[in-house]
């Protein structure tokens, strides 16, 4: 609140040093790669829950070696034991991928269909500086896609984290990134209270340097844990139930 009243004040006087920080960022910031492993599977015994991953390098599970200790392996093995389902997974993903981005991803290989989407996306949409409803309006056409093309039910938003608390930024860029975060997701959060099939799950996370990877910048095996079992509670308690009676012949759901 207090960031919000203060930024029309202060960007005037913030904005060549705002400018300067973020372009000396872009130079020295380490590049990490992609976790590594699998990006399609299935564990688990019980009817199939066919569950798509959708976005962004924090989807794709840069800051940790493989794919077992990103957020789609911490995802599935939690869904696969909560809720006594067979979770068929698979992860499109990709570093610097914004919202509008994330549409053209899954139009290059199409997947489906799919019972569940669960996308994590925002953080680049900040760095590019796409307006919070702009970035609204990208998520809700990559909803309606999904729900078209892929034949998903639900979809489900990863909140945007705390970038106020990114060891890598220095100040005053870290507040400013901060407030834009902020924003973003609590445009994100209204939006999905007007949907039934889109779901925007809060998720408190304390970041600091034990618990991000290296560059200061992604998250560390503590996040991604802490993500994927929050996402995996509230699939579990809040969907699984209703897609158990949604499948067709064979398990499969009809395609919308």
Not at 25 to 37: I, K, N, V
Not at 103 to 116: C, N, R, T, V
Not at 136 to 150: G, I, N, P, S
Not at 200 to 221: E, S
């Amino acid at each position: 609140m207090v960031a919000a009243a203060l930024k029309p004040v202060l960007m005037p006087v913030l904005m060549p040093v705002l400018v300067a920080q973020a372009v000396a960022l872009r130079r020295r910031a380490p590049t990490l790669p992609e976790a590594a492993g699998p990006r399609a599977g299935r564990l688990g015994e019980g009817a199939p829950l066919r569950l798509l991953i959708v976005g962004d390098s924090s989807a794709a599970g840069v800051g940790v070696a493989t794919q077992d200790e990103a957020l789609a392996g911490h995802l599935t093995r939690t869904l696969a034991a909560r809720s006594g389902r067979c979770i068929e997974w698979r992860l499109q993903a990709r570093s610097g991928t914004t919202s509008a981005q994330a549409l053209a991803l899954l139009q290059e290989a199409p997947p489906g269909p799919y019972d569940l989407a669960v996308a994590v996306l925002g953080v680049n949409d900040v760095v590019e500086q796409v307006p919070p409803r702009r970035a609204v309006q990208q998520r809700a056409a990559l909803a309606d896609w999904l729900f078209a093309e892929a034949g998903v039910r639900h979809v489900v938003f990863a909140p945007l984290p705390p970038m106020h608390q990114f060891p890598l930024l220095p100040q005053p860029l870290r507040w400013f990134a901060g407030a834009e975060a902020r924003a973003h997701d609590a445009a994100l959060a209204r939006w999905a209270a007007t949907r039934a099939d889109v779901h925007h799950v809060p998720i408190a996370l304390q970041l600091g340097p034990q618990t991000m990877a290296a560059d200061g910048f992604h998250p560390g095996a503590p996040v991604y844990r802490a993500c994927g079992e929050a996402l995996a509670g509230f699939i579990a308690e809040r969907l699984s139930p209703l897609e158990s009676g949604a499948a067709g012949p064979a398990g499969r759901s009809p395609r919308r």
